[in-house]
């Protein structure tokens, strides 16, 4: 498949004081050095404020406005009234240009994450040592269960997330394209839906229907047609778990048996055989799981929003 790769996701996990904020200011240019570019993600429990009254983004915000973008010179600012949910806030951010999205205060999230420990804050890492990919600490770490990093090697660590990170989470130059994604269905095109904006490409695999809203510019670059060969690429964490009777106003319903459930820490991955054997993975809490009473041989449904389905085809 060609330009499908989602950008890539890394969280660092550290109790407050643990240096996450200085290690990503130093990877920053570390990886621009190696053509990579990075966005970032802060959460902050503290209440932001960005926007000035009698401004005419806070004018138009107390309008009801549901978002006010202003484009200036040299930058962009989007004021919203709401606070996003990481999933939306990584959603925002595969469009900006990034190579790279880093996240920083989200501890338990279930993006890789980088665990970062400091001697002076006697806490250790947020989770085991083998939740993460790689630590990085002040503290030795001889007998790590992963690559282990001293606290000040931003270069070090900029170099593993070039060198490991990045090329086996995303993809190895070979004739197609791999993509970290776990759920990737091949099928054909049977309806494209134009909009202004917009399209719904319906693709059929193995008889279930997947719906995807993607540009139209994307339909084009693409050359999706009725009849080609298509992929339906969706991450793991927008495929939500029902059970039982619901009514929902997402184009994307599969009905089918758990097939396995791998529990985690914070997260489970739930799998849900469908249609022609094809089996949806969803990453759900593990509170989640034991709310729906999920367990292998149990009937469930992934749900999936079209705006979070991803469609590719073959070079």
């Known amino acids: 498949m060609r330009d499908l790769a989602e950008v890539p996701v890394?969280?660092?996990?550290?109790?407050?004081?643990?240096?996450k904020t200085t290690l990503i200011e130093k990877?920053?240019?570390l990886l621009r050095e190696r053509g990579i570019s990075a966005a970032v993600i802060k959460h902050d429990a503290h209440g932001l404020t960005f926007d000035t009254a009698g401004k005419d983004s806070s004018r138009f915000s107390e309008?009801?406005?549901a978002a006010s973008l202003v484009n200036g010179p040299d930058r962009t600012a989007l004021f919203l009234p709401r606070a996003l949910t990481l999933e939306g806030s990584v959603?925002?951010?595969q469009h900006c240009g990034a190579d790279l999205i880093l996240i920083e205060g989200y501890?338990?999230?279930?993006?890789?994450?980088?665990?970062?420990?400091?001697r002076a804050n006697g806490k250790g890492f947020p989770a085991e040592p083998s939740h993460f990919i790689a630590l990085a600490t002040?503290?030795?770490?001889?007998?790590s269960p992963v690559p282990a990093f001293a606290l000040d090697d931003a270069e070090g660590i900029a170099g593993f997330i070039a060198d490991h990170f990045l090329s086996d989470s995303i993809f190895k130059e070979k004739n197609t394209m791999k993509l970290s994604a776990r759920n990737q269905f091949k099928g054909t095109v049977t309806n494209i839906a134009e909009g202004a904006v917009n399209g719904i490409v319906t693709i059929d695999v193995a008889g279930e229907k997947f719906s995807a809203t993607i540009s139209m510019s994307a339909i084009r670059e693409l050359g999706l047609a009725v009849g080609k060969e298509a992929y339906a690429v969706i991450k793991a964490t927008e495929v939500m778990v029902g059970r039982g009777k619901f009514?929902?106003?997402?184009?994307?319903?599969?009905?089918?048996k758990v097939v396995d459930i791998q529990k985690g820490a914070v997260n489970s991955i739930v799998k849900i055989e469908i249609a022609g054997r094809n089996v949806i993975s969803a990453t759900i809490s593990c509170n989640a799981v034991e709310e729906l009473a999920l367990k292998p041989g149990e009937e469930a449904t992934a749900v999936i929003k079209a705006t979070s389905v991803m469609v590719g085809v073959d070079d």
Do not use: V, W
């Open 10 to 19: 890394l969280a660092f996990a550290g109790f407050s004081g643990s240096g």
């Open 27 to 29: 990877l920053i240019p």
């Open 63 to 65: 309008a009801g406005a």
């Open 91 to 93: 959603a925002l951010l």
């Open 107 to 118: 501890k338990r999230c279930s993006y890789p994450q980088i665990g970062l420990s400091r």
């Open 138 to 143: 002040d503290e030795p770490m001889e007998d």
């Open 247 to 256: 009514a929902l106003s997402a184009r994307n319903q599969f009905a089918g």
